[in-house]
């Protein structure tokens, strides 16, 4: 039946397009207790493997701190640059519950050693710190810039507040958008790999006369948590709200296959039934992991050689259809062990031709087709004649003319003229025959005098 269902689907036809993309067909793998994720391929592929609630607003909590890390390295043009602390950036959190380092008023702190602060340890001090300074001496305008900087590369969800995602502040994003965000940060080498530490030995100051020594967070990149650890996790930044809820963006590497996940709001639970709660934006980061790196890998999905459509030909003697068939061969990311008929390929109605005039070449663009797993659209790729098509010039100017013939605009113009020339044609005769001679009340001048025919002559 499905295979009928498909036939009957592949000859449906019809505009062409050029296009490649892929969707989430495996969502329903892995059962997540977070309210927002996200996950798809970084490779050239850019398949979508896990998507829930994506476009759901929800608070953006210390995740923020990516975007004021981000502005702060493409901003800065010396990262051993030492800074002065202010008051004003520190005095801002006296009342406020944060993480923080103890930076002190006075203590001279280079742009480096603040970033590992602020990314590391997830020091809220450290992120005010740069952003008063990389903000000119202004907090809300380093904000300002948070917020261009989200809606440039195409943020439409995502409003930050302040540089370290404090909860009084009214700021938000969701799935979808941070993935924008994180991917465009770790597109920084040095941002990628300050993303990437999970732990930093910072000498004295100043001011300050101990080492302090900086742990990650982000307990996926911390072997001591099993719970939450993944070796292929390469960098990212966590975050926890308040109310226990729980924020991850990470990116992951294996085998050649590398993925970015966005995990948002995730509840504390005792997942593992142990009596102590785990933090599920985290579980569910690593167990997102686990399920694509045993299961999916890149496979041939369709090859040149498949018959996907036909399209009617005019002005041709010796075919009637071109059949169409995938431009290039198409692989995807697909679990391991699937069978023929779980994958599939149809035309796109709405991107395909219903009909092409002849000549045809092989290889010209005449459709798109999506490619199916699950009964989710995975890829798409151009549709191409799969053969030459002559045009036959006796059959071009019949078929031609009869075109002409029978187009409506033809057919109007025809019955306009007819009718026109009716209308003239009804004129003159009614014009000419005003014109004739009635025989009655003629008068003709002759000479001086003007007789009436009708009249007897005076005498």
Same mark, same amino acid.
């Given at each position: 039946m499905k295979k009928l269902t498909l036939f009957l689907i592949i000859f449906a036809i019809l505009l062409a397009n050029t296009s490649f993309f892929a969707n989430a067909a495996f969502t329903s793998a892995v059962d997540t207790a977070s309210e927002a994720a996200y996950v798809y391929s970084l490779d050239a592929d850019r398949t979508v493997i896990y998507e829930k609630n994506i476009?759901?607003?929800?608070?953006?909590? !210390?995740? =923020?701190?990516?975007?004021?890390?981000? @502005?702060?390295?493409?901003?800065?043009? /010396?990262?051993?640059?030492?800074?002065t602390v202010p008051a004003t950036p520190i005095r801002l959190l006296d009342s406020v519950s944060?993480?923080?380092?103890?930076?002190?008023?006075?203590?001279?702190?280079?742009?480096?050693?603040?970033l590992y602060?602020?990314?590391? !340890?997830? =020091?809220?001090?450290?992120?005010?710190? @740069?952003?008063?300074?990389?903000?000119? /001496?202004?907090?809300?305008?380093?904000?300002?810039?948070?917020?261009a900087f989200a809606a440039e590369i195409g943020c439409e969800n995502t409003h930050f507040a302040d540089p370290n995602g404090?909860?009084?502040?009214?700021?938000?994003?969701?799935?979808?958008?941070?993935?924008?965000?994180?991917?465009?940060?770790?597109?920084?080498?040095y941002f990628a790999q300050l993303a990437?530490?999970?732990?930093?030995?910072?000498?004295?100051?100043?001011?300050?006369?101990?080492?302090?020594?900086?742990?990650?967070?982000?307990?996926?990149?911390?072997?001591?948590?099993?719970?939450?650890?993944?070796?292929?996790?390469?960098?990212?930044?966590?975050?926890?709200d308040s109310n226990k809820l729980g924020y991850a963006v990470t990116t992951a590497t294996k085998d050649g296959y590398t993925y970015l996940a966005v995990v948002l709001a995730g509840p504390?639970?005792?997942?593992?039934?142990?009596?102590n709660t785990e933090n599920m934006a985290m579980v569910d980061t690593e167990r997102l992991y686990d399920w694509i790196f045993d299961n999916v890998k890149l496979r041939v999905v369709v090859k040149t050689?498949?018959?996907?459509?036909?399209?009617?030909v005019k002005h041709s003697s010796e075919y009637d259809y071109v059949s169409l068939v995938p431009m290039i061969e198409v692989s995807a990311l697909v679990p391991e062990g699937i069978d023929a008929d779980s994958v599939y390929i149809r035309?796109?109605?709405?991107?395909?031709?219903?009909?092409?005039?002849?000549?045809?070449?092989?290889?010209?663009?005449?459709g798109t087709a999506g490619i199916y797993y699950a009964d989710e659209e995975i890829a798409r790729v151009d549709l191409v004649a799969s053969f030459d098509v002559e045009r036959s010039y006796s059959k071009f100017i019949s078929e031609s003319l009869q075109d002409l013939f029978t187009h409506p605009v033809f057919i109007i113009i025809v019955g306009i003229l007819l009718l026109s020339g009716g209308a003239f044609v009804v004129y003159l005769y009614f014009f000419s025959s005003s014109k004739k001679f009635k025989g009655k009340n003629i008068r003709i001048v002759k000479g001086y005098e003007v007789i009436d025919k009708n009249k007897k002559k005076n005498k």
């Open positions: 476009d759901k607003i929800v608070n953006c909590s !210390a995740l =923020a701190k990516v975007v004021t890390a981000y @502005l702060v390295i493409t901003t800065c043009e /010396d990262y051993s640059q030492l800074i944060c993480t923080r380092v103890g930076i002190l008023v006075g203590e001279v702190i280079s742009v480096q050693e603040l602060c602020m990314m590391i !340890a997830n =020091a809220a001090d450290a992120g005010n710190v @740069l952003a008063h300074y990389f903000g000119g /001496d202004s907090i809300s305008a380093f904000v300002d810039k948070m917020n404090l909860e009084d502040m009214e700021q938000y994003t969701t799935a979808k958008d941070f993935a924008k965000i994180y991917e465009k940060c770790i597109s920084n080498d990437g530490m999970d732990y930093y030995k910072m000498p004295a100051t100043n001011l300050y006369y101990e080492t302090r020594y900086l742990h990650t967070t982000n307990l996926c990149m911390d072997y001591n948590y099993p719970d939450y650890y993944r070796s292929e996790i390469v960098n990212g930044k966590v975050a926890t504390e639970l005792d997942y593992d039934e142990d009596k050689s498949t018959v996907v459509d036909e399209v009617k035309s796109i109605a709405e991107l395909t031709k219903t009909e092409v005039d002849a000549p045809v070449h092989k290889g010209d663009v005449l």
